[in-house]
């Protein structure tokens, strides 16, 4: 457990959609933000006398801020002085904050305000960010500082990360958020390691900062306010992350067991970096609790340098899903292959001579074939690039044949029995509207399995059932190959029904 506080943020153009998410807010914020710059300007100071007078025994933080530094629309220094003088006039609540800009602090009297002081770089981490705080700390004498940065890699939010371990030293309230994906962490685990305050949205689509994560996660998935400094960190590695079911899955895994522990999504661009600044204990740049990670595209071959056990599965396999970081080394897995494997036997039964077709020459590929190449199956790879998958249908001893996603070529698949999409085409996101086949070419085949699980019915699983032939999306994949990753981390049999749920859910919403 710690003492930190979830600040939920609320805006709106309306005084009563402003009124009407506050009372949403009220049941699992310990302070609501009120973003006052989202008003219309034509009902602002009416709404403002409205909602101050709302009875609500929560801690309101009160934000009024201009478009150049995150704000709602754009607003001159006169017409900021005026709201704020206009607010501290009508305020007759105790339990309120005020988060100003640096730049009243020499223009209003706030000597009887509880204040919040932001400051917000939305081009990236200033080099002189320790610099920057120091002095915004002496000029202001807040009672929290908030420094909001934008991060690009995970390693981008470092810098803001430390600033956090120096105010704890100091014996300072600060917040540090590294904003977008690659910044995610800092909000979920800030409270952990001393922030006093993290924000979060009212529900997906309402965020008011990029990277934000609604209320119900960081209370229900991440547990924000039960963890602490020894809470063991595990997490996903890979770009994008922020589509990923994983988290939703290994953290119900954890709860079911109340194990003192959280799964996070790591946006890594540069995976050297991350190595040495973030995960060898000799090296990195941050003091935490690191268990151990899931392995995405694009690193699932280039972890294999940094490691220092391979599992035989996974050297045959040629690519790696799961570390387990213990005593200091990293240790390397594959489980995507058992993974894949499981429920594709369930489904169509004996493989043995099995005519199969795998679109794709990547991680998920190369764990497919060595499945399959266990069970007697014949594959055949299908890839844009030849000379790129050259190597691996040389490695596995495969036929390789052009892959090109349309419906030109009516007659390619003819001969399968089996068609797996092991590319990222139909993934959520900016291939969502993509397939890798349409419904005339996968007619003679039995069974189409899609690796992609989100979104759960993609356009390739929509042709396919157009020409209705069998199909299998990838959740059941993700599931079966999660719960060998949770085995491998915590030596506990995984609660797959609460790990297929938490998912589902996820999905769903």
Same mark, same amino acid.
């Given at each position: 457990?710690? *003492? ?26 310990? +302070? ?18 409205? +909602? ?10 009160? %934000? ?30 105790? *339990?309120?904050? =005020? ?6 602090? !020499?223009? /209003? ?30 000029? %202001?004498?807040? @009672?929290?500082? #908030? ?22 030293? @100091?014996? #300072?309230?600060?917040?540090? +958020? ?12 800030? /409270? ?53 079911? !994983? ?10 067991? @109340? ?26 740049? +941050? ?19 940094? /490691?220092?056990?391979? @599992?035989?599965?996974? #050297? ?33 039964? *004996? ?12 991680? =998920? ?7 399959? #190449? ?19 249908? *040389? ?31 139909? !993934? ?82």
């Amino acid at each position: 457990m710690n *003492n930190g506080k979830i600040c939920v943020s609320v805006c709106a153009e309306t005084a009563s959609e402003f009124i009407e998410n506050i009372k949403r807010a009220e049941e699992f914020a310990d +302070i609501i933000e009120l973003r006052f710059d989202c008003l219309r300007e034509n009902e602002l100071y009416s709404a403002v006398q409205e +909602i101050l007078s709302l009875s609500c025994e929560k801690t309101f933080l009160i %934000t009024f801020r201009p478009k150049q530094q995150g704000g709602r629309r754009e607003l001159s220094l006169r017409e900021r002085i005026k709201f704020w003088e206009f607010l501290f006039f009508n305020n007759k609540r105790k *339990n309120l904050y =005020a988060d100003f800009e640096f730049d009243l602090q !020499s223009v /209003l009297n706030l000597k009887s305000t509880k204040a919040v002081f932001s400051f917000h770089d939305f081009a990236g981490v200033p080099e002189n960010l320790e610099m920057t705080c120091d002095f915004y700390q002496k000029l %202001t004498n807040a @009672d929290i500082l #908030k420094i909001a940065v934008q991060a690009d890699d995970v390693t981008d939010s470092l810098a803001v990360w430390k600033l956090l371990e120096k105010a704890k030293k @100091d014996n #300072k309230q600060l917040v540090p +958020i590294a904003m977008g994906e690659a910044g995610k962490w800092t909000r979920i685990l800030g /409270l952990a390691h001393g922030a006093p305050i993290t924000y979060a949205s009212l529900e997906a689509g309402k965020e008011t900062a990029a990277g934000q994560i609604t209320a119900r996660e960081m209370i229900d998935v991440y547990r924000v306010k039960e963890l602490n400094e020894e809470s063991e960190i595990y997490g996903i590695i890979g770009k994008p992350v922020s589509h990923s079911l !994983s988290p939703f899955m290994h953290n119900a895994a954890f709860k079911f067991y @109340d194990l003192n522990a959280v799964y996070i999504p790591f946006a890594v661009k540069n995976l050297d970096e991350f190595i040495k600044r973030i995960v060898r204990a000799e090296t990195r740049e +941050i003091d935490w609790n690191l268990k151990g990670f899931s392995v995405t595209i694009p690193h699932k071959q280039a972890i294999f340098k940094h /490691l220092d056990e391979i @599992d035989e599965t996974a #050297k045959k396999i040629g690519a790696v899903n799961t570390v387990k970081i213990e005593s200091g080394k990293l240790y390397g897995f594959n489980t995507d292959a058992q993974g894949f494997i499981e429920p594709l036997k369930t489904a169509f039964g *004996n493989l043995q001579n099995a005519k199969v077709a795998i679109l794709g020459n990547g991680g =998920a590929a190369r764990a497919a074939i060595y499945a399959l #190449k266990n069970e007697g199956a014949i594959i055949t790879v299908f890839a844009r690039n030849l000379q790129k998958a050259q190597s691996l249908v *040389n490695e596995f001893q495969v036929e390789l044949k052009e892959f090109t996603n349309d419906n030109s070529q009516l007659n390619t698949f003819r001969d399968f029995d089996i068609l797996v999409n092991a590319t990222l085409l139909g !993934s959520k996101g900016e291939f969502e509207n993509e397939t890798p086949a349409y419904a005339a070419q996968v007619e003679n085949v039995k069974l189409v399995y899609d690796l992609i699980y989100n979104p759960f019915e993609t356009k390739f699983i929509k042709e396919a059932r157009k020409a209705n032939v069998p199909t299998m999306g990838g959740l059941a994949m993700l599931i079966a190959q999660g719960s060998k990753q949770f085995e491998i981390w915590t030596a506990k049999d995984a609660p797959m029904r609460e790990m297929s749920a938490a998912a589902l859910r996820k999905i769903e919403n």
